[in-house]
Antibody
Framework: EVQLVESGGGLVQPGGSLRLSCTAS????????MIWVRQAPGMGLEWVGS????????YYVDSVKGRFTFSRDNAKNSLYLQMNSLRAEDTAVYYC?????????????WGQGTTVTVSS | DIQMTQSPSSLSASVGDRVTITCRAS??????LNWYQQKPGKAPKLLIY???SLQSGVPSRFSGSGSGTDFTLTVSSLQPEDFATYYC?????????FGQGTKLGIK
């Protein structure tokens, strides 16, 4: 079954760091842009950013620039989100998703999400 | 950044009803508009991409239309499993912003 599985969420204090992972299975991971999307409690979806197939291009929403870093290990079919200097407003469920093709496509496979809570 | 505005924010309808949700972009996004369905506690599900292309496995009662700045998602005959929250998203330029969501409830 084609799937994405996130892990690494948890409770962290403001100013702390956390690393999320997203592991892909049953598809050619290297063929896809990968996306991070988050959803704060009771709120809508927010696109966090994206990383190109070879990791050479990365895009971030302004609110996380300089604090979050995307990376991927295609040999391990894995995507990573390093989150530093965390703030209360980063509290959310974080989803990874794949983006087939180019800009004209939507995110067709999503993980189940992992919850990040930033609180003292 | 491109702002996406959905209307209405919520609506109530009955099984068998035809419903339409509107999404407006703050500037032209040509046809780079996608629609997702999300149920409580679940990940979003892609319904339609590139304005009107139905994602594989999605029932044909879902359809999309529009271009430029104005887009619609239509459900031709609501089924019980369609009661959920719907989001539009532009994939024209980063950040690939979402609309605020439309919660479709049972009347």
């Amino acid at each position: 079954e084609v799937q994405l599985v996130e892990s690494g969420g948890g409770l962290v204090q403001p100013g702390g760091s956390l690393r999320l992972s997203c592991t892909a299975s049953e598809f050619r991971f290297i063929d896809y842009w990968m996306i991070w999307v988050r959803q704060a409690p009771g709120m809508g979806l927010e696109w966090v950013g994206s990383i190109k197939q070879d990791g050479s291009e990365k895009y971030y929403v302004d609110s996380v620039k300089g604090r979050f870093t995307f990376s991927r290990d295609n040999a391990k079919n894995s995507l990573y989100l390093q989150m530093n200097s965390l703030r209360a407003e980063d509290t959310a469920v974080y989803y990874c998703a794949r983006l087939p093709g180019g800009a004209g496509y939507g995110m067709d496979v999503w993980g189940q999400g992992t919850t990040v809570t930033v609180s003292s | 950044d491109i702002q996406m505005t959905q209307s209405p924010s919520s609506l109530s309808a009955s099984v068998g009803d035809r419903v339409t949700i509107t999404c407006r972009a703050s500037q032209s996004i040509v046809s780079y508009l996608n629609w997702y369905q999300q149920k409580p506690g679940k990940a979003p599900k892609l319904l339609i991409y590139a304005t009107s292309s139905l994602q594989s496995g999605v029932p044909s009662r879902f359809s999309g239309s529009g271009s430029g700045t104005d887009f619609t998602l239509t459900v031709s005959s609501l089924q019980p499993e369609d009661f959920a929250t719907y989001y539009c998203q532009q994939s024209y330029s980063t950040p690939y912003t979402f609309g605020q969501g439309t919660k479709l409830g049972i009347k």
